[in-house]
């Protein structure tokens, strides 16, 4: 369901997720490392609205927000988090690595572009078995220069295969700016190479990004080949958990923010009347309600068994 | 002597390295105003600029190859690569470029740059950000491959490493960045092939190298109590391999205990075991044994990462168990 409440809705809860989880490794409650979302909501669900649900996603190391955009439910995630074995991975994957076959959710990545060429064999995968189902692959802008990109792109075009590579251009790759590693001005561009049309679109605009994934999605279910989409976005937390942005001006901060896709969203929605300030606070609180129960199911489920250390590695 | 820790004995190494040959120079993701993932090149743009620091693209076989040609064109390049996990995309220009275009092009010439990466268990990051691989590297014909535990060999080790004209795989631990210990100011070297014992004794050989070396003292520690004394070798270079070290001493201990945190199947250590078995098999009193990672993706959960890496008290008892 994608209505206006809903888009909201989703928006709001990965917002709480990830500021819920950055405050819970400050505490220490959570251990290892994590890559978070907040400031690019916009991107996981408008692109996941403008799909069908029996289509397919596959994520990076910045997932949580494409995971619950895709219908993830926070409590087994948070517990993966934790490395509990209620988590979606059992443990074994925590924050980097969580997948949800069933609702075709193929997996969050800890190798950057190691996604694209998964995300191409399943569109092989659904193109041979004559479905009309699609893939659509988050990457980043620091991905598009690993040479798993160039060579996902190509083979895709030329098997003319049904996905949409998507691509969260947040200006940096970890404290690289884009132009200091990238020799083209947008990565849309680098479709050209591969007969794949590139399009470049506001990724803070849920909308405008939901419009784009689905005329995307119109055309390559049809059969069109490939389409590429860059979504113009800003992370607002560090790339990891002990970054502090050396590298870029509170002012750039600053002037994201003004822009915050979950803001803008909702003041739209005030302005056409789709939903008021008491509906607006209701979410929210229901959200934050959602996250607490998250938190407790996971601070309270079981750890893995030792001695199940080395099942599952074979099938 | 200063007190440093490891990250900047990596440092050290390389601003000593760079300001005693401007054919020296580092490159990697982030290694710039970032200061590296783990910090050892921090200062180091600020000092030398982003012709000598280089930050690179995410792409770490460019990376990888890159290193070789400017090698092969007379610089000494120091790459970095973030996580030893993402070796394994590097590993066609390292393995396949840098190891053979020597032997290949007929010895003709020399391929003289470091690979630096950072890897290993204990930060709960899951299986693509904590492996070991040095057993690939081992394999690799026409690479060294190196492996401190503590600053004063990391400052060492990696200045005899840049020095070398060959390309030397420099393996840094994640746990032992922040490690201190004392390192000379002077410029000094530790040649690589050399192994070092950290801690005599006469019951045992405990063969290890890396964050396992550190394990093994304080495995030592443990067997003391016990009554047992433990001979502790940390082999610092994989390869070459200093062979003589660990006979001397398994001469005369005639037990060896092999450890490391790689996966056990086909684990370098077992190549030392293999050496053992054929130069000083007459001196063993006892099969010899290894304690290894499991063999599985390393998992997050803190509780099955434990399980899966040898730790002190599993070295002591696996050395308590061979001494019968
Ligand atoms: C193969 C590989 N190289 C490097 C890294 C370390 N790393 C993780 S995320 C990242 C930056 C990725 O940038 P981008 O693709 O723009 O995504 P963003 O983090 O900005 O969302 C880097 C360098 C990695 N995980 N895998
Ligand atoms: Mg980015």
Redesign the interface.
């Given at each position: 369901m994608n209505t206006p409440a809903d888009l909201y809705r989703k928006m709001a809860l990965i917002r709480e997720f990830e500021m819920r989880i950055d405050e819970m490794f400050a505490t220490g409650r959570i251990?290892?490392?994590t890559h978070l979302s907040a400031g690019q909501e916009a991107c996981a669900v408008g692109a996941c609205a403008g799909l069908r649900c029996d289509d397919a996603v596959v994520s990076n190391h910045r997932g949580h927000g494409h995971f619950i955009a895709t219908g993830g439910d926070p409590g087994a995630m948070m517990a993966e988090m934790m490395?509990?074995q209620t988590g979606y991975?059992r443990?074994?994957?925590?924050?980097?690595?969580m997948a949800c076959f069933d609702i075709g959710f193929l997996g969050s990545?800890?190798?950057?572009?190691?996604g694209l060429p998964v995300a191409v064999g399943a569109a092989l995968g659904f193109k041979m078995q004559k479905t009309d189902r699609i893939v659509l692959c988050f990457f980043g802008d620091?991905?598009s220069?690993?040479?798993t990109f160039h060579e996902s792109l190509n083979l895709a075009a030329v098997w003319r295969l049904p996905i949409i590579f998507f691509c969260e251009n947040n200006l940096y790759?970890?404290?690289?700016p884009m132009h200091?590693?990238?020799a083209v001005e947008n990565i849309a561009e680098r479709g050209n190479a591969y007969t794949i049309a590139g399009e470049v679109i506001d990724g803070n605009d849920v909308i405008a990004v939901r419009d784009a994934v689905a005329g995307a999605a119109e055309r390559v279910r049809g059969g069109s080949g490939p389409a590429l989409i860059e979504a113009m976005t800003y992370r607002y937390l560090g790339h990891s958990k002990s970054d502090k942005c050396?590298?870029r001006t509170r002012e750039e901060e600053q002037r994201w923010h003004e822009r915050d896709p979950i803001k803008l969203y909702a003041a739209r929605l005030r302005e056409s009347g789709e939903l008021d300030d008491g509906r607006i606070a209701r979410i929210d609180a229901e959200v934050k309600q959602q996250v607490d129960e998250a938190v407790e199911f996971a601070t309270t489920s079981p750890?893995?068994n030792?001695d199940e250390?080395?099942g599952s590695?074979f099938a | 002597m200063a007190e440093v820790t490891f990250w900047q004995a990596i440092r050290d190494a390389l601003r000593d390295e760079m300001l005693r040959d401007e054919k020296v120079f580092v490159m990697g993701e982030d290694v710039g105003i970032y200061g590296g993932a783990y910090g050892a090149t921090r200062d180091l743009w600020e000092e030398f600029g982003s012709e000598r620091v280089r930050d690179t693209a995410i792409s770490e076989a460019a990376i990888a190859g890159a290193a070789v040609g400017a090698a092969m064109c007379g610089y000494r390049p120091v790459a970095e690569i973030m996580y030893m996990d993402f070796l394994t995309i590097a590993m066609d220009q390292f393995v396949n470029q840098g190891g053979k275009n020597r032997y290949m092009f007929g010895g003709k010439t020399t391929v003289p740059m470091v690979l630096r990466t950072q890897g290993g268990a204990g930060r709960c990051i899951a299986a693509q950000h904590s492996q070991s691989l040095e057993a690939w590297f081992v394999h690799a014909p026409g690479v060294f491959v190196v492996s401190p535990s503590n600053p004063y060999d990391a400052k060492g080790l990696l200045k005899a490493s840049i020095r070398d004209d060959n390309p030397v795989r420099f393996f840094e631990h994640k746990m032992i960045y922040g490690m201190k210990g004392e390192v000379p100011e002077e410029d000094y070297v530790v040649p690589l092939g050399r192994a070092n014992v950290t801690h005599e004794g006469d019951d045992v050989t405990i063969v290890i190298y890396s964050m396992m070396a550190n394990l093994a003292l304080e495995a030592a520690g443990i067997l003391e109590q016990d009554g047992i004394s433990a001979e502790v070798i940390d082999l610092r270079s994989l390869k070459p391999l200093d062979v003589d070290t660990i006979l001397r001493s398994v001469r005369k201990t005639g037990r060896v205990l092999l450890a490391s945190e790689g996966c056990e199947n086909n684990n370098a250590v077992t190549e030392v075991a293999m050496r053992i078995n054929e130069h000083g098999f007459d001196y063993l009193d006892a099969p010899m044994k290894r304690i290894c990672a499991a063999d599985v993706p390393i998992p997050m959960s803190p509780t099955l990462e434990d399980a899966c890496i040898p730790t002190a008290p599993r070295i002591a008892e696996a050395a308590k168990e061979l001494v019968g």
């Open positions: 251990r290892g490392t490395g509990k991975s443990g074994r994957g925590g924050s980097q690595h990545n800890g190798i950057t572009g190691g620091g991905a220069n690993q040479g790759a970890m404290s690289t200091d590693a990238t050396e590298y750890d893995p030792p250390l080395e590695v | -």
